[in-house]
């Protein structure tokens, strides 16, 4: 099982990302699959998740109305887009299964700032 997320960088505040997670031997459509982001110094915490159905989602209070999560199964791909980012949001970005957890990939860094 492998995650490779990408689409990372320096954004000034205000501005939108938009993070992909390929997957490789694990199928993302099975599972309820979760972007999660660590801060420095901070532990790392959920900030959106999917059921596999994609019936429910749930979003962290401090990302609410501003990240969207969505999955391309054809792709093997799930996706967040960010908007209206915050200094607060810089973070290095992870997706993987809600629980439990499969091998992190190396995430993709997130930077906002002026």
């Known amino acids: 099982v492998q995650f490779m997320e990408s689409g990372g960088g320096l954004v000034q505040p205000g501005g939108s990302l938009r993070l992909s997670c390929a997957a490789s031997?694990?199928?993302?459509?099975?599972?309820?699959m979760s972007w999660y982001r660590q801060a420095p110094g901070k532990e790392r915490e959920s900030v959106a998740r999917m059921s596999s159905l994609r019936t429910i989602t749930y979003y962290a209070d401090s990302v609410k109305g501003r990240f969207t999560i969505s999955r391309d199964n054809a792709k093997n791909t799930m996706y967040l887009q960010m908007n209206s980012l915050k200094p607060e949001d810089t973070a290095v970005y992870f997706c993987?299964?809600?629980?439990?957890?499969?091998?992190w990939g190396q995430g993709t860094q997130v930077t906002v700032s002026s």
């Open positions: 993987n299964r809600a629980t439990p957890v499969l091998p």
């Open positions: 031997g694990f199928t993302v459509s099975s599972y309820a």
